[in-house]
């Protein structure tokens, strides 16, 4: 069993930045974040490797980036130029299949 934790979420301007924090047992997993919007499905944002490969969502190419401090036993994604559309909650995730594991969740808010 793997507990993720999240910090880093609130309000924030559209241009702003923002950095959330995943802590948890991660170093074997390959870590994401997704989000989910009120009223639409999660979707994939950003995810890495245990061996430090990463994917984008096309939506976020260019402002956000995924990193991992294994040592720290965290997760982080760097958010940048936010838009409104950038709204959502935030969660974390640990995946080696077959396990999987979220986090609680984190409230991220742009306003315009």
């Known amino acids: 069993q793997v507990q993720l934790v999240e910090s880093g979420g609130g309000l924030v301007q559209a241009g702003g930045s923002l950095r959330l924090s995943c802590a948890g047992s991660?170093?074997?997993?390959?870590m994401a974040w997704y989000r989910q919007a009120a009223g639409k499905q999660r979707e994939l944002v950003a995810s890495m490797t245990s061996g430090g490969y990463t994917y984008y969502a096309d939506t976020v190419k260019g402002r956000f980036t995924i990193s991992r401090d294994n040592a720290k036993n965290t997760v982080y994604l760097q958010m940048n130029n936010l838009k409104p559309e950038d709204t959502a909650v935030y969660y974390c995730n640990a995946n080696a299949v077959p396990h999987t594991y979220w986090g609680q969740g984190t409230q991220v808010t742009v306003s315009s």
């Open positions: 991660i170093r074997f997993y390959t």
